[in-house]
């Protein structure tokens, strides 16, 4: 989409650039580039309506965009909306084919007063024979005198169905001056000593991630945190999950707490995790929530709270997600897709490689199992036997409880070289507690899922999850692509 931050504005109308205006006969309004509020950028679009005097009649901004006919889109955007009064606001579509006829239309609304910016969002199931989408963000009466005020910002179409409904999870998109990402809020108890930083290392996907540095919470029970608004359907399950790095915590944990409101900002519920130790490199914190049947709304933190006198420590945040559905797959970026280190590993994942050992890795688009790229790992020489060379990651596990753990390989001219899928478990002090580990020594032919079932000790909290190409004996060499790996709960 066009100028889809509304950043550029070089008119008198009060329309962004690249975007159009509609309102209805008698309708009474007026639209405004702002500088206030923003959700992202320095800018955002404001949709004042003072009065429609009928229902069903509208005022928007609208823009055509290209489209592929029979895939799937994630439509976006974030909005905060005041003084609504027999009025809402919705995300309309129109479809238009090759000789410019409609063929097919997508309408979400809501309806109600927000806390802050509440990010919108949808799948879009395009006609087949759709070329064109017409994209509005339209404000419409539900009944007589109708009145309102919508900011939009940080709108998106983009080719997909996977909907993470936070805005800016991997906080790359920061231009404010108080260490916050753009999207974000943050929070600060009377007496908390402490710093907000958007940081370009360590990270755990893309170029940025969000520092918490709390140098002092005098009291017990007290919080520094990021959070935001988002949209969800009442009765519903999501993912909630996020990769955090945790040092110097003393008195000190982190949690993500989740606050639900309903249709009149009320609260009606509430959910919370936390992890409490130093970790040892970035750690997944995943949880399913189930929503409350009357909640609109939830509000997410990423809080550090002191647990006892003079608490402090320090968080970073990066790779966080709300995704409807209740499968949770605790490794983070298990596909691969996500890569803009220069390496040659895809983010979110580490290497490991034994002295003497000559290989390379590489994110590749072919040969892939899912999605559109692969993890390559080339061993050229292995000199010695039991030498290695892997990929590896930690996340949070719940101790005495089985998990799968897979991943797809396709292997190729394997001389003395197995590949093996190992786990090491770590305690909360990050002590080594256990290890597990699967291997297979021959080429495929094609893909094949490697899987097994882990037994986590009952005093593990971390596992860190290798994809391991070792040697069996002298001058080892061989080529893995991983693809599509996975860690879920089976039982409890």
Do not use: C
Request: hydrophobic share 35%; charged share 20%.
């Amino acid at each position: 989409m066009a100028n889809s931050n509304f950043e550029a504005y070089s008119g008198l109308n009060g329309i962004a650039d690249g975007w159009n205006a509609f309102a209805s006969p008698e309708a009474i309004g007026q639209y405004e580039v702002v500088s206030n509020p923003v959700s992202e950028g320095s800018r955002a679009q404001k949709i004042s309506v003072s009065d429609m005097p009928k229902a069903k009649q509208g005022m928007n901004i609208w823009q055509d965009t290209n489209v592929r006919g029979g895939s799937k889109y994630e439509i976006s955007g974030r909005v905060k909306l005041e003084n609504m009064v027999n009025m809402q606001m919705s995300i309309v579509i129109h479809y238009f084919d090759s000789n410019n006829q409609l063929v097919g239309q997508y309408g979400m609304d809501y309806k109600q007063n927000t806390m802050d910016w509440v990010k919108l969002s949808g799948i879009l199931n395009v006609p087949t024979n759709a070329t064109t989408a017409r994209i509005h963000f339209h404000m419409s009466s539900t009944g007589e005198h109708g009145k309102g005020t919508a900011y939009v910002d940080g709108t998106a179409l983009v080719l997909g169905e996977s909907v993470n409904e936070l805005f800016n999870p991997g906080f790359e998109k920061s231009v404010k001056t108080n260490g916050v990402a753009d999207g974000w809020n943050a929070f600060v108890s009377p007496e908390a000593v402490g710093q907000y930083e958007v940081v370009l290392n360590p990270v755990s996907e893309g170029s940025r991630a969000q520092k918490i540095s709390v140098s002092d919470m005098p009291k017990a029970k007290q919080g520094m945190n990021i959070w935001q608004d988002t949209n969800v359907r009442g009765g519903s399950k999501y993912e909630i999950s996020g990769r955090v790095k945790l040092e110097n915590m003393v008195n000190m944990q982190m949690s993500i707490v989740i606050h639900y409101f309903d249709s009149n900002n009320q609260l009606v519920g509430q959910y919370g995790m936390e992890y409490k130790q130093n970790t040892m490199d970035w750690v997944k914190l995943s949880g399913i929530l189930n929503v409350p049947t009357n909640a609109t709304t939830a509000r997410i933190h990423f809080h550090m709270n002191s647990t006892g006198e003079h608490g402090k420590g320090t968080a970073y945040v990066d790779g966080t997600a709300l995704v409807l559905g209740e499968r949770v797959n605790e490794l983070f970026n298990p596909g691969f897709e996500k890569s803009v280190k220069t390496n040659g590993v895809a983010d979110g994942w580490n290497i490991f490689v034994s002295p003497e050992v000559v290989g390379q890795y590489e994110v590749v688009s072919n040969p892939v199992s899912e999605g559109s790229r692969a993890q390559k790992i080339n061993v050229s020489d292995m000199p010695k036997a039991k030498q290695g060379m892997n990929i590896w990651q930690d996340t949070n596990v719940r101790g005495g409880s089985k998990y799968e753990i897979s991943g797809r390989v396709k292997l190729e001219n394997m001389v003395n070289m197995q590949m093996s899928i190992v786990i090491h478990y770590f305690d909360s002090n990050n002590q080594l507690v256990g290890q597990y580990g699967m291997e297979y020594k021959q080429n495929t032919m094609d893909w094949v899922k490697l899987s097994g079932i882990l037994n986590v000790p009952t005093n593990a909290t971390t596992a860190r999850i290798h994809f391991h190409m070792n040697s069996t004996g002298e001058h080892g060499k061989g080529t893995a692509y991983v693809d599509d790996t996975a860690l879920v709960l089976v039982g409890i």
